[in-house]
């Protein structure tokens, strides 16, 4: 049997434990715990042995049961301090490189992209969603959970308003977004448009922080109509916008009454 020791990656080369000889040398005895485990047609080869810890190794075997390519038996074992011979830690079936695994487990809410929301479903906001502050002050003191809630009844009780608004970081993240989305200055109808939002006379004013760069297309014919668009956008329908003498349309004249020519009348 070869007892293959891995090298340790290069940033934890010096923190890499020292690999015990006897617990190296076991690969037979975590062979036979192994097989004592599981059908001895489900274990191949041995595949090596790393160093885990301070005189705690574990051995690979690999697998050959169906349906498992790529995947390895792991044994390790273990000697305590003087003592000559090791003991069974654990079994496991592990993937390698070459094994079909599920993909890495994403939770529900980090999921979620624009547009997935249907009607009637709900999306709760964390309490400590860093995008939301209180719209009152909560003060130096930090509060605990039941004193934050009963300042929220008062306020709502109050009728102070919305109970959160958004926080400096809320308002950096929204700009941020626009600006790199369909309404910002990158996108494509905008880097063809002949001028920008900011001169256009449909281009509706906001309230807030982000009324320096942002406002509201209410042009009907534009794409972005009812959209916030950011100064530095822009369309073809700016309301400035005016053709050029050669692509403006030929004007129709007006009908004339033909009185000089006869009709030709279809007759039944
Ligand atoms: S019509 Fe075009 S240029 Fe004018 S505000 Fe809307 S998107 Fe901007």
């Known amino acids: 049997m070869t007892v293959e020791i891995e090298d340790a990656p290069a940033a934890t080369a010096a923190k890499a434990p020292k690999p015990d000889g006897v617990a190296m040398a076991a690969g037979d005895t975590a062979r036979a715990a192994l097989l004592e ?9 041995y595949a090596g042995a790393t160093a885990e810890g301070e005189r705690v190794v574990s051995h690979r075997f690999a697998c050959t049961r169906k349906g498992y390519v790529g995947w390895h038996w792991s044994v390790t074992v273990a000697r305590a301090s003087r003592q000559r011979n090791v003991t069974v830690d654990e079994i496991v079936l592990l993937p390698g490189e070459a094994a079909i695994v599920a993909p890495q487990w994403v939770p529900y ?7 997935d929301m249907s009607p009637g479903d709900l999306l709760p906001v964390d309490d400590e969603d860093p995008r939301l502050v209180p719209t009152y002050s909560f003060g130096d003191d930090p509060l605990d959970a039941d004193a934050k809630a009963q300042i929220r009844e008062v306020a709502k009780d109050l009728g ?7 926080s400096p970081e809320g308002f950096d993240l929204a700009a941020q977004r626009w600006a790199d989305g369909e309404a910002g200055p990158e996108a494509a109808i905008a880097q063809a448009a002949p001028d920008q939002c900011r001169s256009c006379g449909f281009m509706m004013r906001i309230a807030g922080p982000l009324a320096q760069s ?3 297309c209410a042009n009907g014919d534009a794409n972005d109509d009812g959209r916030v668009v950011s100064f530095d956008h822009g369309c073809g329908a700016h309301s400035e916008v005016r053709l050029a003498k050669k692509h403006e349309p030929v004007p129709i004249p007006e009908h004339v009454f033909d009185t000089l020519s006869l009709d030709e009348i279809e007759s039944f």
């Open 37 to 45: 485990e599981v059908d001895a047609a489900d274990v191949g080869d």
């Open 109 to 115: 809410r980090e999921r979620l992209q624009p547009g």
């Open 160 to 166: 102070l308003g919305r109970v959160r608004t958004l």
């Open 214 to 216: 942002f406002g509201v």
